[in-house]
C-alpha cells in the first residue's frame, strides 16, 4: 500500500547525494548541515545573526490556585540600533524541581486558551513555555515590525516562519538557564502554521528531544509532491502566505517535480530525536496521507542510528490511528483542524514514555 502511494507520488530518493547512497550514519552526519542549508536556502530562508537577548522578569505569581508558578519573561533583542522586546510566559508546577518543560508557540495572548490546557498539561507534570507568534513578528507581508525590523533582508533573505522559530531557539537558550527544567527534556510543540515551525526549529536545533508538529501539512510535515484535489498546494500557500517563505520559494508554485527535496528531509533532520506527527480525519487540506507517507520515508534517517521509525502494518492510516511505538511517530483522531486536548493527551503520552524510558537506563 505504502509503496504504491508512493509511486504516485513519485518522490525521488533524496538519502542519494550525486548518486550515492547515503548508508552510513557518518555518510548522514557529514551531509546534514548542507541538507537544511538546502532547505532553508530555498524554502525559509534563516537568520544567521544570533543575538542574546536582555531578559527581564516581571513576576513570579502563583496562578491556577497556587499551583502554577507563572512568570512573565521578556526578552529583548538589540541590533544596529534598533530593538525589539517579546513577551514569553514560563508556567512551572510550583514547587517542582527538574520539570519537563513544553515550549508551546501560540495564537493566542491568552493563557490559558483554545489551543493551550495549561491546567491539565501542568496536572500531569509538565511545565510550558509559551509566546504569542504575533509578538515576535504580525502574520502578513510586513517586514518592517517586531523581530522583523531589527533583521535586514526580510522576504529576501527569510520569511516569518524563520522568524517565529529563530525566537523559540532563543526561548531553549533561556530555558537552559533554568534551574528547575530538565533541560534534557523540552519538547517544541506547534498548531498548523506553528507546526511548521516547530519542526524547522527542531531540524536546526537538536537540544529539542520532542517534537510535537499538530496538522502543520502543506510546508511543514506533509510531502510536497503528489497532491490531491483538496489539499493544500505550494501555489495555494503561496497565493495567501507568501511572506511565510523566501522569495525564492515562489518558483516551485506548481511545479513541486523541480524541488531539490521534499518535506521528509526535514522531518529527516530531527533523527534521531523524538517525532510526533498529528493529523486529523477531516483534514483535507494538511494532507494525512502525505503527513504519513513522510514520516514513513524519513524513517531512514532514524534507521540509520540504529532506531525504529515510524512502525505502522503499511496501510495508509485510518482516523483512530495511534502509531506511537517508533521514535517517528503519527496518528489521526476524529474530527477537524484543530489542537485539541485529545491531541495534547497524545503528545504527554510520548512525552512521559521518553521520560520514563530515559530513567530506566
Ligand atoms: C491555513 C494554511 C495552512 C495552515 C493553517 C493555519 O490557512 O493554509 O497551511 O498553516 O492556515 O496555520 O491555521
New binding site residues.
Given amino acids: 500500500m505504502i509503496i504504491k502511494e508512493l509511486e504516485k507520488r513519485n518522490v525521488p530518493d533524496f538519502f542519494s547525494v550525486n548518486g550515492e547512497k547515503i548508508d552510513s550514519l557518518a555518510k548522514w552526519e557529514e551531509y546534514k548541515d548542507s541538507l537544511f542549508t538546502l532547505i532553508t536556502n530555498e524554502e525559509y530562508g534563516i537568520i544567521d545573526k544570533k543575538i542574546t537577548p536582555t531578559i527581564a522578569i516581571e513576576n513570579g505569581e502563583h496562578s491556577f490556585g497556587g499551583k502554577v508558578t507563572w512568570e512573565t519573561v521578556n526578552f529583548t533583542f538589540e541590533n544596529d540600533g534598533k530593538c525589539h522586546t517579546v513577551k514569553t510566559h514560563l508556567l512551572l508546577p510550583k514547587g517542582k524541581e527538574n520539570v519537563p518543560v513544553f515550549l508551546n508557540i501560540g495564537f493566542g495572548e491568552e493563557i490559558p486558551n483554545k489551543y493551550l490546557p495549561l491546567e491539565e498539561i501542568i496536572d500531569n507534570g509538565f511545565g510550558v513555555f509559551y509566546f504569542c507568534y504575533k509578538d515576535v513578528t504580525s502574520d502578513d507581508g510586513d517586514f518592517e515590525n517586531g523581530l522583523a525590523s531589527i533583521f535586514e533582508g526580510g522576504g529576501e533573505k527569510y520569511g516569518k516562519l524563520a522568524l517565529w522559530s529563530y525566537m523559540a531557539s532563543a526561548c531553549m537558550d533561556y530555558l537552559m538557564t533554568r534551574s528547575e527544567v530538565d533541560t534534557k527534556n523540552v519538547a517544541i510543540i506547534g498548531?498548523?502554521?506553528?507546526?511548521?515551525t516547530a519542526i524547522l526549529t527542531s531540524a536546526r536545533d537538536p537540544r529539542f528531544i520532542l517534537t510535537c508538529a499538530n496538522?502543520?501539512?502543506?510546508?511543514?510535515a506533509s510531502l510536497s509532491r503528489g497532491k490531491v484535489r483538496g489539499n493544500?498546494t505550494i501555489v495555494?500557500?503561496t497565493d495567501?502566505?507568501p511572506f511565510w517563505f523566501k522569495k525564492c520559494y515562489l518558483k516551485y508554485r506548481d511545479n513541486e517535480e523541480a524541488l531539490p527535496f521534499d518535506q521528509h528531509m526535514l522531518l529527516s533532520l530531527i533523527a534521531p530525536r523524538y517525532l510526533v506527527v498529528g493529523g486529523a480525519e477531516k483534514d483535507f487540506?494538511?494532507d494525512n496521507d502525505g503527513q504519513f507517507l513522510a514520516c514513513h520515508l524519513a524513517s531512514y534517517a532514524w534507521e540509520l542510528y540504529g532506531k525504529n521509525g515510524l512502525i505502522s502494518n503499511g496501510a495508509l492510516p485510518n482516523e483512530t490511528d495511534i502509531l506511537l511505538d517508533g521514535d517517528a511517530c503519527f496518528y489521526m483522531r476524529k474530527g477537524e483542524?484543530f489542537l485539541s486536548r485529545y491531541d495534547w493527551n497524545v503528545y504527554m503520552t510520548k512525552f512521559k514514555e521518553i521520560i520514563n524510558n530515559d530513567t530506566e537506563k
Fill in positions: 498548531h498548523s502554521r506553528l507546526g511548521k496538522e502543520s501539512g502543506c510546508c511543514g493544500e495555494a500557500i495567501t502566505f487540506w494538511a483542524h
